[in-house]
């Protein structure tokens, strides 16, 4: 299985701010990568697929990029709904695997 | 508009089934593959298994294998995941999502899951 690794598992951050998750993946996977945003007791809603398409509906604060195996999530101006877990996915091959997610809460 | 709505929760001791409705509307039933993720509390997302509702082809994490049975009912577009042999490790919330192309493994609608405790 394609093993998943995220960074930081967690960051502080002020509503206004730049904030960028890093997610890796153990092997290529060209742009077989996708971003989830989870709420608590919420499931997880995709913001990105294929690395860098943003999903219908999602602000355009969310951006993605990358390819191979580094990939990163940037959201440009951070806002109070933004507080959350967000989690990586590969969609190279079953079975698709996620990352451990990293958690973005209230400096 | 598109929407998964999941049965609710289910409490079985130790060694017991589970089944788990995934009723969806708002789109072709069978035009999109459905899968099944789950997350234990305070835990990460782990793939469980998929089908495709027009074929009724399945497949299973190597870890489910024996244990994991999806089906469906196309008459009322529903998806079932029945797991067996029930553990306290298989203690987690149970989300069904629709794939966003056929064929592909990125998932763009999800149910509100259903909560499955295994107790005795």
């Known amino acids: 299985d394609i093993q998943m690794t995220q960074s930081p598992s967690s960051l502080s951050a002020s509503v206004g701010d730049r904030v960028t998750v890093s997610c890796r993946a153990s092997q290529m996977i060209s742009s077989y990568l996708n971003w989830y945003q989870q709420r608590p007791g919420k499931a997880p809603k995709l913001l990105i697929y294929?690395?860098?398409n943003v999903q219908s509906g999602v602000p355009s604060r969310f951006s993605g990029s990358g390819s191979g195996t580094d990939f990163t999530l940037t959201i440009s101006s951070l806002q109070p709904e933004d507080f959350a877990v967000y989690f990586c996915q590969q969609s190279y091959r079953l079975p698709p695997t996620f990352g451990p997610g990293t958690k973005v809460d209230v400096k | 508009q598109v929407q998964l709505v999941q049965s609710g929760t289910e409490v079985r001791k130790p060694g017991a089934s589970v089944k788990v409705s995934c009723k969806a509307s708002g789109y072709t039933f069978i035009k999109y593959d459905i899968h099944w993720v789950r997350q234990a509390t305070g835990q990460g997302l782990e793939w469980m298994g998929w089908?495709?509702?027009?074929?009724?082809?399945?497949g299973y994490a190597q870890t489910f294998q024996g244990r994991l049975t999806i089906t469906r009912n196309t008459s009322i577009s529903t998806i079932y995941m029945e797991l067996s042999s029930l553990r306290s490790e298989d203690t987690a919330v149970y989300y069904c999502?629709?794939?966003?192309?056929?064929?592909?493994?990125?998932?763009?609608?999800w149910g509100q899951g259903t909560q499955v405790t295994g107790s005795s």
């Open positions: 294929a690395a860098s």
């Open positions: 999502a629709r794939a966003l192309r056929v064929g592909e493994l990125s998932f763009d609608y």
């Open positions: 089908m495709n509702p027009k074929i009724g082809q399945t």
